[in-house]
């Protein structure tokens, strides 16, 4: 069973030096079980659902994927000071969900929607490596409601992120650091496992 997970820098696993990432540790965890399920990691830094949908497809294809997981729209919830406006309306975020699902659902049935985590707002208003963009928990819980939604109206799994993480389990406001993207693993992991044994009946 191939597995892949689309998402962003959160995805990618960056700032956890020690174990890569809660999609890493996944992969391990699958392979120290020895099941023959393969978890790719195609999470890209500052990727939005902006940018997602023109490079599922052709990833997802190449490698046969029986599940496709997407954990995005941390990104989408910017807010960009030169324009004083979100970096994108909650009209054309549900129309990119949907576009990721039309495109996913050509490719497999089992796909799975990845809810959004929190931020420490005392470092990301604005975010100090680019001034022009700031997150708060207003906008991302905003938008993990609209992926939800989503979800249930598509018959979708959907694993929340929401308060799972809290100012310490972040290394800069907005990534987690080891000990976050450990909770993350312990909340997805069963959730992508059972869906696993699911596909395989």
Known sequence: MNICIFGDSITWGAYDPKNGGWVNQLRNYFEAQDKDIDIYNLGISGDSTIDLPCRIEIE?????ANMIVFAIGVNDAQFIHSTNSNRISDNDFRNNLEKLYRIA???????????????????????PWNTEKTYTNENIKRLDQIIKTFCSKNNLKFISMNDLLNNDDLVDGL???????????????????????EQNL
């Open 60 to 64: 997802a294809k190449s490698r046969e």
């Open 105 to 127: 659902k050509k490719l497999t049935p089992k796909i799975i929607f990845i809810g959004l985590t929190s931020v420490d707002e005392s470092k990301t208003k604005p975010i």
């Open 175 to 197: 990534h987690p650091n080891t000990q976050g993207h450990i909770k993350m693993l312990e909340r997805i992991k069963p959730e992508i496992e059972f869906a696993a044994k």
